[in-house]
């Protein structure tokens, strides 16, 4: 990738996002926890141990190289970001558990994320190749935190400018991930079509399992409707910018990005869908079964 993109880019649209979410963000939303404990229990336990194993076993099933089976657990270990948030307001989830998930996923993955990909590079065979050491990984989730902290004494002081930046830098941060995605494309071109065969399904699979099971299973634990769609949107929107960037910033890896790069196309359109289904069929149909019973 273009050493200016990589060096510079990266590290700016990563910032204007996790910015973003930092105006949204208040320190209640780190404590709001004790208000839903169930619902958020089950969505880190989707999050943590069910996204890592169903991606695992997708990567196994559809054979993927190991590289790109590699970039594929970084995205499945990357949290949730702003975008899972729009969704959930859009088609009617719990915003507040939703922003308070992606906080605490937000905090977690400094732990879950080098754990996730350093098993998976162990168990693929690239641990020579590189490696996700947690003094690195802290450095970046410093790079993260800090407009997340700094987005929040922005909400905390001047809480009418934040909410008037929100629509802005939503927008901003689309676009540069854009940005992000086109240099991926222009410096791989010579391999864009063997990867976009080698990664659209598994990408376009895990996409729609992450929300499916985002949603399913908080709803057998007993979570609300609205929390379910919350959880959904938060486990099966991943914040592929971060993915990326660990993958060329601290593994030096633009072949690793590659997944990320077409989960960050692929996940919009697959998200809307199934937020039409939701709205439309799933939804109602969930709210017809207690008179169905009586």
Partial sequence: MDSTLSTVGLPVALGVIMFGLGLSLT?????????????????LLCQ??????VCFGLVLALDLSPVLAVGMMLL???P??????LFSHLFRGDVALNITLTAINSVVAIVSLPLVTNLAMAY????????????????VFAVVLVPVVLGMVVRARRPGFADRMDRPVRAGSAFLLFVIIAGIVADQRENVGEYAASVGLVVTLFCLASLV????VPRWAGVSDRQAVACSFEIGVHNATLAIYVAVEVLDSVELSVPAAVYGLVMFLVAALWGVALTRWILPRAAALPSQHA
């Fill in 27 to 43: 320190v209640a939303d780190f404590t709001r926890v004790r208000r839903s404990p169930r619902a958020v229990a089950v969505a």
């Fill in 48 to 53: 943590l141990v069910l996204l890592p194993l």
């Fill in 76 to 78: 499945a270990a990357s």
């Fill in 80 to 85: 949730g970001g702003s975008t899972a948030n």
């Fill in 124 to 139: 693929f065979d690239l641990g020579d190749e590189a490696s996700l050491q947690y003094r690195k990984v802290l450095e």
């Fill in 213 to 216: 099971v985002g949603y399913v």
